[in-house]
């Protein structure tokens, strides 16, 4: 078969082809074989991928070792974290879909035999993903590995508790000198967030699926581990190109069952419902809400890592990492053990040779006690979500799973802010978010501000959200997100009035608003959706072309 990259480096025409190569310092030797791109999201912002100099390195040491000439090209990549609450949030998920199509941009014009994606955080994950699964040539995926939880006076914290921690100090809980101690430490050096967050999720997604190898979703980014991970993928791609493995030879049907299993019992972001969909479509397969809900039905809930439980990363990887719960589950039948994998071999032979098993059963459950016998992601419909809505119900208190609450709706993540940390917020509410959605924000902005507020005024146990945006991972509480349509689109959200009420049943997965029929129809005869002034082209063009919540964001 002749190499890809024969397009760019061989025969008499590519004469002036190989002239720039050697203008890079290449050797005729290092053009005749392999070429393998690695794309790094390295930047000096995200504290995820401040280190991944390193990691790229250590791919290129192993793509060398392999036989192959790395070559080295670049990603964006919004922190998450660093972008919240502002403007800036309504770039992040927008970006997901720039991360892809740079690197089919990059992976296109110059022809790379196959491909090793190095990403951490939130967006660039499914980015990096998607671009794998559209482009189809030989690929690897290598994180930077989960940060360390953070300490202080003995106990451990992540940046969640920073965030809850405004709250606190808004109620004369705590002063800001506390707070200021806390900030310095609850997030100790590189690595993506401490807790079940949507990076971390993500990157253990990416080992269930198959296209990264296993430790990659748990194995600290600060651990010499993770570098020996990282040569090894480098030396893997050139195993894949040998034996013409690629991604849509991965990902199959058995794969979006294994990935929504892993998602429901490690209790994963909500955003996983808004990306496995969108990497899954680049395979020409089809991933729905009900497909989740259908899954999550018959899938225990094993963890309950940060912020749904006092465990982190670090405690799921001493406790045999993300094999250890696929293990787990194929107790009950519930791993597609015959799913082929980047190691050349099924998920059922990665665990038999890694002999897998749970080292601590207080971080993983075993199957036939597990925190909850559902997964935890739920799925709610009803007239205010005919399309769905999504909750992490894992981090829902007990007193809030069945509660009939009081509408007190806004019409920007901004104001609701301001209302829960001015007081105004009492128990039995449902703060209502709208406006927030894939067009509506535009960018389906995280809500970890409000939630984080709710929490550290002591209202989680009192007070519901629910909104057309999204949730950060590091949510929880009773956080309802992803209701479709959303208010942009004519959705009910926005006909919602002060006081409504709203009844929420997680565990009958149904969100109605109890307005009369005839009500509804006098307020949908006025009713004109709002459209917010955008002045961006970049999110003029998004809102043009993105679809609802339900199917992904993508766009058409």
Same mark, same amino acid.
Not at 403 to 415: I, N, Q, V
């Given at each position: ?15 002036p ?16 074989? *392999? ?7 390295a ?9 991944? /100099? ?29 972008a ?6 309504h ?66 914290? /992540? ?22 101690e ?5 997030? *100790? ?30 194995? *600290? ?25 690629? %991604? ?82 194929s ?57 769905g ?12 799973m069945k ?13 609701a ?9 009492? %128990? ?27 929490m ?17 991972g ?61 002045k ?21």
């Open positions: 078969m002749t190499a890809r990259s024969a397009k760019m480096t061989g025969g008499l025409e590519k004469a082809h190989r002239s720039l190569l050697a203008a890079l310092g290449m050797t005729r030797e290092e053009m005749r074989r *392999p070429l393998i791109g690695v794309a790094n999201s930047n000096e912002i995200i504290p995820g991928h401040i280190h991944l /100099d390193k990691i790229v390195q250590a791919v290129k040491d192993g793509v060398r070792m392999a036989g192959g000439t790395p070559m080295e090209f670049p990603t964006i990549g919004v922190c998450d974290g660093l919240m609450n502002h403007e800036g949030m770039f992040s998920l927008p970006s997901r879909e720039l991360i892809a199509d740079s690197i089919e941009i990059m992976a296109s014009g110059h022809p790379f035999d196959a491909l090793v994606l190095v990403p951490n955080c939130d967006k660039v994950v499914p980015g990096m993903l998607m671009a794998a699964l559209r482009l189809n040539i030989p690929t690897i995926v290598v994180s930077g590995g989960p940060m360390l939880a953070g300490e202080v006076r003995g106990k451990r914290v /992540d940046l969640i508790n920073v965030f809850e921690a405004v709250g606190r100090v808004k109620l004369g809980k705590m002063d800001e000198s506390e707070l200021a806390l900030e310095e430490c609850a997030c *100790p050096g590189c690595g993506s967030c401490a807790g079940m967050f949507t990076a971390n999720s993500m990157n253990c997604l990416s080992e269930t699926i198959g296209l990264a190898l296993p430790g990659n979703g748990t194995i *600290p980014a600060i651990d010499a581990a993770r570098i020996r991970l990282a040569k090894r993928a480098g030396m893997q791609v050139m195993e894949l190109l040998k034996r013409n493995i690629r %991604p849509r030879d991965i990902v199959t049907e058995k794969s979006v069952k294994n990935a929504v299993r892993l998602d429901m019992a490690l209790g994963c972001s909500t955003n996983t419902v808004l990306h496995l969909p969108a990497i899954f479509r680049e395979a020409g397969l089809d991933l729905t809400l009900a497909i989740f809900d259908e899954l999550s039905r018959s899938t225990p809930n094993l963890c309950r890592l940060s912020p749904a439980g006092p465990d982190y990363i670090q405690d799921l990887n001493a406790a045999g990492g993300i094999p250890a719960v696929m293990a787990e589950l107790k009950a039948g519930l791993i597609e053990t015959g799913a082929l994998t980047c190691t050349g071999k099924t998920v059922g032979e990665n665990l038999a040779e890694l002999k897998a098993a749970v080292r601590n059963h207080e971080v993983v459950r075993p199957i036939d006690a597990p925190y909850a016998k559902q997964g935890g992601i739920a799925v709610l419909t009803g007239n205010l979500a005919p399309l809505a999504v909750v992490k119900q894992s981090a829902v208190a007990p007193e809030m509660r009939t609450a009081k509408a007190r709706p806004f019409d920007s993540e901004e104001a802010v301001a209302a829960i940390l001015a007081g105004e917020i009492k %128990p039995g509410d449902a703060v209502v978010i709208r406006y927030e959605g894939p067009k509506g924000g535009p960018g389906m902005r995280e809500m970890l501000t409000p939630t984080s507020s709710i550290g005024m002591g209202l989680g146990e009192s007070v519901a959200l629910i909104t057309d945006g999204r949730f950060s590091g949510s929880r509480g009773a956080a309802i997100g992803h209701v479709s349509p959303e208010a942009a689109s004519g959705g009910l959200i926005g006909l919602v009035q002060d006081g409504d009420a709203i009844e929420i049943d997680i565990p009958g997965r149904t969100l109605n608003l109890l307005v009369d029929e005839d009500t509804l129809a006098q307020r949908k005869a006025s009713h004109r959706p709002k459209r917010k002034s955008v961006s082209p970049f999110l003029k063009r998004y809102v043009k072309h993105v679809t609802s919540a339900a199917q992904g964001a993508v766009l058409e």
